[in-house]
């Protein structure tokens, strides 16, 4: 192949003005995002190699080497992974690969400071090589290539890009970037290597830097750092999830969740085990902040990463959690699963049954822990145990001790809110799909009632609220809040002070049929049926109730007749105090909210 010039996709050309002409304060991100590629460029290799170990060549220890050169001004990440063959670095260096990227550029406002602002938390990947380079060379080989098929692709980041063939004896990729006159910091190496430990420590290969030493300068012209040539390590080269709990810092707990969620804001808990008896694993599972955009569809894959003894086998692995926790994000480490797993062999294996059911209790507990936490900063006397996901603070005065406590606790209190709000709808799809921990579901829902605008009471709570004599939970669905608090069906009970659940999320209704009782208690919705109050209904109510079904016998008769088709049945109600009439459904039948869902699908 001849060198070759190429146009980049219209999304790449947008993307590429506005990383190149945005400055920020986050520069440095761009390190994290190829050095993760180098990463990942590794794991593929490993990856194909477990069925064609000649990939490996002569070279099997994987390892990724970062080097500057001060007088080119040039900053080169390499590594020795599965390399680019030259029609993937066509496709994969112009085109927008990855899904966050596009999600980052549907969220462009238009706006250059708010815009750069979200390239610095988003991270682009390869493209972020333009933050600081004005010209970026990519050399590689792909494993298992000749060395005469190597690719030389470059780019100054303006709308179009070259490609050509080179003669390359080692297989994996070299990523120069010609530094921009504002990035001189980036040639130094006490920089970079503090660059790469803020970010890159959890990476799992060693990350080689050469050696400096420092030399005096000729005729007192001062002195430098030079390189040695000899390289070693500046991360801890262990996964992070391998590493004791105690070794890891609560921020690069954060930092590793942001790189593999493609997430930019903290998650709100997380909890990191080893799991050992008959099926042994490693989990590491984080709750985040906030729902993807795609969280609703159903399609929507899990958030785990799975690998087999540090090998990473694959994304998105839907197996390892029931789908109404595809919101978690994480990793699980199987020492058991043989390496050549497939997704449909997963389906099939008792050691992922296994990691399934371990990882949704683990998961439940996480949420119960936040949940208890709201709980007990409304109460602010109950003590509740640190749990994962929280480290102590230490080394402060007593004042600022309680100071930082009480500031950690009322934010520790607010997350079980935001994690409902965000994730509420999803964890109830629990209750039709997880039988087996349906109870442990029930507990962590939260609702409206006719006592609480806001969706904060638990079963439990309303449960010890209930009234002397009290049978059932009683919930009304509607499409809005205002609709179910003005419902003529809630008259009664508001004439008799019962609280009342309101239900407006479109998932209630469907969720709410597989919980017929919580604790003993069975829910009954206010809108089904004959409501009977049993003992909160005094005799005289029940006299009058039946004296006037008997005075209004003709009328009635005469009105079922009128609605012969419309209504099944025409009863005097106790149920209104104010409304002369109202419409319900019998006790077995399609709520009148379910029917009108139907009705909006087409059925
Ligand atoms: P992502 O990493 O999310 O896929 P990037 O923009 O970071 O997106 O990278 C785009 C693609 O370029 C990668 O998916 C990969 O195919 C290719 N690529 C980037 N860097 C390397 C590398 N060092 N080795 C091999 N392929 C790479
Ligand atoms: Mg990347």
Redesign the pocket.
Known sequence: MSKNTHSFQAEVAQLLHLVTHSLYSNKEIFLR??I???S??CD?LRFEALDNAALYEDAPNLEVRVAFDKKARTLSIT?N????SQQ?AID??GTI??S??REFMSRLSGDQKADAQLIGQFG????SGFIVADRIVVE?RRAGLPADQGVRWSSTGTGDFEVETITRDKR??S?ILHLREDADEFLNGWKLKQVISKYSDHISLPILMEKEEWKEGEDDKGGEMVATGEWEPVNKASALWTRAKKDVTEEQYVEFYKSISHDYEAPLAWSHNRVEGSTEYTQLLYIPAKAPMDLWNRDHKGGLKLYVKRVFIMDEAEALLPSYLRFVKGVIDSADLPLNVSRELLQESRDVKAIREGSTKRVLSMLEDLAKKAVAAAAPAAESPAADGVTDVVDKKEGEQADADAAKASEDAGKYAKFYAEFGSVLKEGLGEDFANRDRIAKLLRFASTTSDAATVSLADYKARMKDGQEAIYYITADTLAAAKNSPQLEVFKKKGIEVLLMTDRVDEWALSYLTEFDGTPLQSVAKGAVDLGKLQDETEKKAAEEAAEAFKPVLEKLKASLKDKAEDVRVTTRLVDSPACLVVQEHGMSTQLARMLKQAGQ
């Open positions: 995002e190829l993760s590629n180098a990942d460029a593929k590594d992974g599965i390399g680019l993937e994969h260096l690969a990855k966050g990227t682009v990947g390869f493209y590689s994996g990729t990523v």
